[in-house]
């Protein structure tokens, strides 16, 4: 079946380093995107969305792409610091369907 | 803090008992979904209750259900536990505006459920 998932299962980067966490899609109905972090122990914490009338949107270090013809979603996080560790979550939401899929993550350690 | 709070934070049952989990949403947030968390795995979307009534459901069995109250809080119970059922569950509530999409969903911490 159609589903969300991730190129890498682990990324390990240096301190103050970018880093780039990638996602494929399948759905090309989906029309909504969201990036989520998780911490050991905790619930997924909402970092950045974007919905399918875009390419790019930017936060706080944070900026999302969606390349919706090759249907590829990226994260890219700036200075990444050591509070950065974490579980990345890719997640989408199909048009006219509360239904969210979730990719199976992944893990970014960050090296002091 | 996403200000949405859920209930027992660990639990511990045995196979073919029943189990209920509690989750308050966020304020001004109208609309809980629930999903189930396995080791190393990704959320799977169970279900999710708008105006007190199941608002869509994920590929889960009948013995998975749920309750949405005014106050918007809502339930998860799940009857004749199976040893598959240990995970993490997790809730999340967003503000529904009945568009195409479903608006941002925020997640509380979960609730560490064990079947022995």
């Known amino acids: 079946g159609e589903s969300v998932g991730l190129h890498l299962p682990t990324l390990s980067v240096q301190e103050g380093d970018n880093s780039i966490i990638n996602c494929a899609y399948s759905?090309?109905?989906?029309?909504?995107f969201i990036w989520y972090k998780q911490e050991s122990g905790k619930g997924p914490q909402f970092i950045i969305d974007i919905r399918s009338n875009m390419d790019k949107r930017q936060g706080q270090r944070v900026t999302v792409l969606l390349n919706k013809t090759v249907k590829h979603l990226s994260l890219q996080i700036a200075a990444t610091q050591p509070g950065d560790s974490a579980v990345y979550f890719c997640?989408?939401?199909?048009?006219?369907?509360?239904?969210?899929?979730f990719g199976a993550g992944t893990r970014l350690t960050v090296k002091p | 803090e996403t200000g949405v709070t859920q209930s027992p934070t660990h639990l511990i049952k045995t196979r073919g008992q029943q189990v209920t989990l509690r989750c308050s949403s966020q304020s001004g947030h109208n609309t809980v979904s629930w999903y189930q968390q396995a080791l190393g795995q990704g959320p799977q979307f169970i279900f999710q209750?708008?105006?007190?009534?199941?608002?869509g459901r994920g590929n889960f069995p009948p013995r998975f259900s749920g309750l949405q109250f005014p106050n918007y809080s809502s339930e998860l119970n799940v009857n004749a536990l199976e040893l598959d059922d240990s995970a993490l569950y997790l809730c999340?509530?967003?503000?529904?505006?009945?568009?195409?999409?479903?608006?941002?969903?925020?997640f509380g911490p979960g609730t560490r459920l064990t079947v022995l």
């Open positions: 999340a509530s967003s503000l529904y505006g009945g568009g195409p999409s479903t608006d941002t969903q925020y």
């Open positions: 209750y708008y105006r007190e009534e199941e608002n």
């Open positions: 759905n090309s109905a989906s029309d909504y």
């Open positions: 997640a989408e939401n199909m048009v006219n369907n509360n239904d969210m899929r």
